[in-house]
C-alpha cells in the first residue's frame, strides 16, 4: 500500500521501518532532517511537507507529540485535509486529548475522509518489535481497513467505540495505572518502614484484593521484581515525563467535561514533583523515591 | 481443645460458633448477654471475665473492635494476661495498630506467653464460610501451634515475620485497596462521562496495565460485574465505615513512622466524606458516588 507516514520520532521512526519491512511504499515527513535522511536510506520517500506526503497516499498515519502538532498537521494550509485524496484513511497513532482527535476526525467526515484516532501502548520497545497495542475509536468499518496497515506495527488492535474513545481508553487506563503505581509505592514503602519484608508483602498483596499490575508486573521496590526496571536503578519502561504528559491529558479532559479525579490530580502534582526534582527521564516507578530517600 | 473466646461480634459469633463445631471446649466472654446466651445454648461455657475466660484456657483467642479494647482485655487486672496459664498461646484476630499488637504482645511475652497477631479478612461471609484469611505475625513455632485451630475458622494463614506484621500487612494491603478502588471509580467515571461504554472500558483496563482486583473482579461501575456489589446496590460486601478504620490505622501508622502516604490521606478523607454523606453502611465500592449523581 501507499502509506504516508508524518512524524519521524521515537516512537514514529521504528514504526515507519517496520512499514517498509511489510513492503508497504512509504513516503515520510517530519521536521527534522535526519530521520526522514535515514527512512530514505532504508526506502522511504521525502515529502516536503504533511500535504506533499499525503497526495498520493491510501493511507496516512501521524505520530506527533501533542493535540497541537495533530491539529497543525491535518488542518493548516500545508496539512493532510488539504491534499489527501478522498479515500485515504487517516490514521493518527499520536496520545492527544479527544476534544482534539474528535474535532480534527470531524473536518476529515466533511471532506469525505475517514479518520481514526489509535493511541498505543507498548513504548519504543514495543514499536520496534511491532508488538503495539492500538486503542482506535472511529467508524467500525475504517477499523476493519486499518487492521492489515496496523498489523504491520502491533500485536493488539481494540475498537473502543466512536472518534476519541481510543484516546479516552488510553488516558483513563494511564490515570489508573498512574494511581496504582504511587498507591503501590506507597504501600511497600509503609510496609518497609513499619518492619515487613517486601518481597512478603509484594507476595501477600498479589494475592489479595490489593493485587494490581504495579504491584504483582512492574513492582516499584527494587528487588521485589528482577525484570521491573526498579531492579535496575529504573532505566528503561515508562519514562516519569511521558506518564507526566498523559496525566495531563487526562485531568484536561476531566476539567472540561466537569468531572472530578480527585487522586487522579493529586498523582499529577506528585508526577510533577518528581519531574521538578530532575527525575523526568527515570522510568515512572521511580516515584517511589518521592517516599523514601533510601530505596535506589 | 480448651479455647477461651472474647469478642462475639459480627465476626467473632461465626468464628466461634465454627470453633464449637469443630469440637473445641468453648468458654466465651463479651460485655453484651445476648451473644453470650447465644453461643451456651450452642454448647459453650459463659465466663464472667475476660482473666475468667482464659483461666484454664490452651489457646485464648480475642476479635475486639480497636487497640484500646485489646489492650483492655489483655492488659488490666481482669484481663487475660492476669489469669492466662504459661503455656497458654494468646491469638488476637482484631484489626488493630502494629504498635498496641506489638506492645501487647512484648508484655504477654514477659509472662512466658507466646502472642500472635491475627487479623483477617474475607468479611462476615468469609467468618460464616469459616474460608477467612488469616495475616499472622509473632514467633514462627507459635504459628505452627495455631494452624490446627485456625483451620477450624478459616482457609489461608500467611506467616508475615514477626510480632506486629499480620496487622502491617492487612493495612498495607487495604490501603492500596482503598486506592485502586477510588482510581477505578474516577477512571470509570471519567471514560463514562467523555463517551465510552464503561463494560467496553472495563475490559481495556483489565487487560491493560491499568488492571486491578478493583477493575477486574470488583468494579465500582454498576452492571460491568453481576456479581460485585455495585450491581446490587452497594449491599453487602466490604462496608465503607470497615474501610474508613483500616485507613485510620494505616495513616496514624504512617503518621507515628513519619512515613508519607499521599493518596492513602487523600482515600481516608474521601472516605470520610462519603461517611458524612450517610453511606458507611454500603459497599465501599460506593465511593463511586462522590464521582457521580446518578450511577446508583
Known sequence: MKIAFIGLGNMGKPMARNLLKAGHALTVYDLTAEPVEAQCAAGAAAAASAADAARVAEVVITMLPSSPHVREAYTTANGVLAAAQRDALLLDCSTIDPHTARAVAALAAERGNAMLDAPVSGGTGGAEAATLTFMVGGDPGAFERAKPVLASMGKNFVHCGASGNGQVAKICNNMLLAISMIGTAEAMMLGAKLGIDPKLLAGIINTSSGRCWSSDTYNPYPG??????????????????????????????????????????LAQQLYQMMNARGDGGKDFSAIIN???????
Do not use: C, H, W
Not at 487526562?250 to 487522579?264: E, I, M, N, T
Not at 518521592?290 to 535506589?296: D, E, I, K, Y
Open 224 to 265: 521485589v521484581i528482577q525484570t521491573a526496571p526498579a531492579s535496575r536503578y529504573y532505566t528503561g519502561g515508562f519514562g516519569a515525563e511521558l506518564m507526566l504528559k498523559d496525566l495531563g491529558l487526562a485531568v484536561d479532559a476531566a476539567r472540561a467535561a466537569k468531572q472530578p479525579v480527585a487522586l487522579g490530580g
Open 290 to 296: 518521592l517516599f523514601s530517600g533510601n530505596v535506589s
